[in-house]
């Protein structure tokens, strides 16, 4: 195990048999004696956001174990912030589910020429539209199933699922109440927002 660390210290030994080695000399320095160390084995980097930031700023990442928490933090560093002017593109390569908090794999690669071109989008939608109606059934089946798994260790009856789809159709977000927005990435729906407009005198 290598530490980066900015005091000097000598290497520890643990019960387990792993010995920590602190390394000054800053990440390069450390991810090269953990290649070393490693021979033909993967190398896992485990720190705060500033060293993952660095290791990403550098190109040494291969894949990124996102582990996805719903606690409220209200102060800390932005994990994708401060990268720098690279272009990375960060590709699903598992998901691991969880009741509590689902763990995600990101690989990452450069940009290529044909995603380079490709742009979001953010439009209005009728809520009956086949994107919206997609988007909509695929957030409700993903929010009811985490709450049967963490609360009775199931997933949603299918047929109580379509009942609560259809008990909410979203009439609140079309005009002139509210709207529905769309982002599409390169043309493919990928996420959705409402907006309620709420008259001068509504509490806000």
Same mark, same amino acid.
């Given at each position: 195990?290598?530490?980066?660390?900015?005091?000097?210290?000598?290497?520890?030994?643990?019960?387990?048999?792993?010995?920590?080695?602190?390394?000054?000399?800053?990440?390069?320095?450390?991810?090269?004696?953990?290649?070393?160390?490693?021979?033909?084995?993967?190398?896992?980097?485990?720190?705060?956001?500033?060293?993952?930031?660095?290791?990403?700023?550098?190109?040494?990442?291969?894949?990124?174990?996102?582990?996805?928490?719903?606690?409220?933090?209200?102060?800390?560093?932005?994990?994708?912030?401060?990268?720098?002017?690279?272009?990375?593109?960060?590709?699903?390569?598992?998901?691991?589910?969880?009741?509590?908090?689902?763990?995600?794999?990101?690989?990452?690669?450069?940009?290529?020429?044909?995603?380079?071109?490709?742009?979001?989008?953010?439009?209005?939608?009728?809520?009956?539209?086949?994107?919206?109606?997609?988007?909509?059934?695929?957030?409700?089946?993903?929010?009811?199933?985490?709450?049967?798994?963490?609360?009775?260790?199931?997933?949603?009856?299918?047929?109580?699922?379509?009942?609560? =789809? $259809?008990?909410?159709? &979203?009439?609140?977000?079309?005009?002139? +109440?509210?709207? /529905? #927005? =769309? $982002?599409?990435?390169? &043309?493919?729906?990928?996420?959705?927002? +409402?907006?309620? /407009? #709420?008259? $001068?005198?509504?509490?806000?």
């Amino acid at each position: 195990m290598f530490v980066v660390t900015h005091q000097a210290r000598e290497s520890v030994v643990k019960k387990g048999g792993t010995t920590y080695h602190f390394v000054t000399e800053g990440p390069a320095r450390a991810l090269e004696l953990a290649r070393e160390a490693a021979g033909d084995k993967d190398i896992s980097l485990a720190g705060g956001a500033d060293l993952v930031q660095q290791f990403i700023r550098a190109g040494w990442l291969d894949e990124l174990m996102l582990h996805v928490v719903p606690v409220l933090v209200c102060g800390g560093r932005r994990l994708f912030d401060h990268l720098g002017d690279a272009q990375i593109e960060w590709h699903k390569a598992q998901v691991l589910d969880s009741p509590r908090s689902p763990i995600f794999a990101c690989a990452a690669s450069p940009p290529s020429p044909d995603n380079a071109r490709m742009t979001w989008t953010i439009t209005p939608e009728p809520v009956d539209s086949p994107a919206a109606a997609a988007l909509w059934r695929a957030y409700y089946t993903e929010v009811s199933d985490r709450w049967y798994l963490l609360h009775e260790d199931r997933r949603t009856d299918p047929e109580e699922l379509e009942r609560e =789809i $259809a008990a909410d159709p &979203g009439a609140e977000l079309t005009p002139p +109440g509210g709207l /529905l #927005l =769309i $982002a599409r990435y390169d &043309g493919e729906a990928a996420g959705s927002a +409402g907006v309620r /407009l #709420l008259g $001068a005198g509504s509490p806000s």
